[in-house]
Structures are given as structure tokens and as C-alpha cells.
């Protein structure tokens, strides 16, 4: 297990602590918390594999986007990929976009939460199939 590995399952133990303590709030922080395990996987898988993928998020884009490269440093299947971009995205969207009325913004949240806990399953099933299981 190396260092993103064991980040990621730090980052998903703090996820429980959140879920388990406040069922109903801070969702922008859950939604950060579980783009931060897909992002501490992947590079853990590019550790597994030799591979250095990038420290920023502008790295990372860069060595993996179809449309920014067409010689990824490491390959991943296509929808993994776009599950990761789909989680980066909601994780920006969380903790930037704004909405003026508190109660709409904290249904939107849900929404977006309930939406990235069934991509944070499907990304993590891959990674379980590289070896990357969050235990």
C-alpha cells in the first residue's frame, strides 16, 4: 500500500465520520471528500504502476484527457475517466457555485451528493480491480 492509497482510505474514514455525525449537512464538504478519494486513488494506481500522473489538477487533465493528450501517461478505461472529470466538476460546483437562497442551494447539494455516492461506487470498483481497495 503506498502513500495515496493509504490517503484515500484516511480521506474515505473521514467521509464516515461526516456521514455518521451529520446525515443531513455538509454536503459540499462530502462531495469534496469523495473527489478527494478518487483523486488519491489515481495516483496511487500511478504510483502501483511506476508512473508519476501529475501533482495539480492541471496535470492530472493533462495527462489523462482524451482531448488534451493523445498519449495518456497511463491508461484507464474511458469511463473512468469521464466518472473522474464528473467527479472533479461536482467538487468545484460544491465548494464554488454559489446559490442565494440556503435551502435551495443545501436540495441542490443533496441532489449532487446522492448523484457523486453512485460515481465514487463505480470509480471505486475499478480501482478495487486494480488492487486499490478501500479497506
Known amino acids: 500500500m503506498n502513500e495515496y492509497h493509504q490517503q484515500a482510505i484516511h480521506n474515505k474514514n473521514f467521509l464516515e465520520c461526516i456521514k455518521s455525525n451529520y446525515p443531513s449537512k455538509f454536503y459540499d464538504w462530502k462531495i469534496t471528500v469523495i473527489f478527494y478519494i478518487a483523486i488519491h486513488l489515481l495516483k496511487a494506481l500511478g504510483k502501483k504502476r511506476n508512473?508519476?500522473?501529475?501533482?495539480?489538477?492541471?496535470?492530472?487533465?493533462?495527462?489523462?484527457?482524451?482531448?488534451?493528450?493523445?498519449?495518456?501517461?497511463?491508461?484507464?478505461?474511458?469511463?473512468?475517466?469521464?466518472?473522474?472529470?464528473?467527479?472533479y466538476k461536482y467538487s468545484k460546483s460544491s465548494r464554488y457555485?454559489?446559490?442565494?437562497?440556503?435551502?435551495?442551494?443545501?436540495?441542490a447539494l443533496k441532489a449532487d451528493y446522492d448523484e457523486v455516492v453512485k460515481l465514487k461506487a463505480e470509480y471505486c470498483q475499478y480501482m478495487d480491480s486494480q488492487h486499490l481497495r478501500l479497506v
Open 51 to 87: 508512473t508519476l500522473i501529475g501533482e495539480s489538477h492541471y496535470d492530472i487533465f493533462n495527462n489523462f484527457d482524451p482531448g488534451r493528450t493523445a498519449k495518456p501517461v497511463t491508461t484507464i478505461p474511458p469511463e473512468i475517466w469521464t466518472t473522474y472529470k464528473r467527479l
Open 97 to 107: 457555485d454559489g446559490i442565494a437562497n440556503q435551502s435551495i442551494r443545501d436540495l
